[in-house]
Nanobody
Framework: QVQLVESGGGLVQPGASLRLSCAAS????????MAWFRQAPGKEREFVAA????????QYAASVKGRFTISRDNAKNTVDLQMASLEPEDTAVYYC?????????????????WGQGTQVTVSS
């Protein structure tokens, strides 16, 4: 059973930066892709960014491209999301997800494992 735990959320002002981290349990299968999704109140969960096992293939949502960077450390079983130039529209619960098939897909159904989420609030 894979377990994912997110951390790093909080309240920041517009224009600030924030770094989220997701730690996968030791039993996590190797060669899995990982991703970040987010869900704002009253909205569906949406794709943010994904990275394959090697770190060489990444995907970003158009709304965050150029502002967010996804990276991973396979030795530590972690994936990070560095967020810059945050906007109020980025306010959401951010979820980490894992796909054992190592695909870099943007749909929620592609990911079989999910964390509990961490709240990010961007407000002045």
């Amino acid at each position: 059973q894979v377990q994912l735990v997110e951390s790093g959320g909080g309240l920041v002002q517009p224009g600030a930066s924030l770094r989220l981290s997701c730690a996968a349990s030791e039993r996590s299968p190797s060669r899995s892709s990982m991703a970040w999704f987010r869900q704002a109140p009253g909205k569906e969960r949406e794709f943010v960014a994904a990275v394959d096992w090697s770190g060489g293939d990444t995907q970003y949502a158009a709304s965050v491209k150029g502002r967010f960077t996804i990276s991973r450390d396979n030795a530590k079983n972690t994936v990070d999301l560095q967020m810059a130039s945050l906007e109020p529209e980025d306010t959401a619960v951010y979820y980490c997800a894992l796909d054992q098939a190592n695909r870099v897909f943007t749909t929620t159904r592609s990911y079989g494992y999910w964390g509990q989420g961490t709240q990010v609030t961007v407000s002045s």
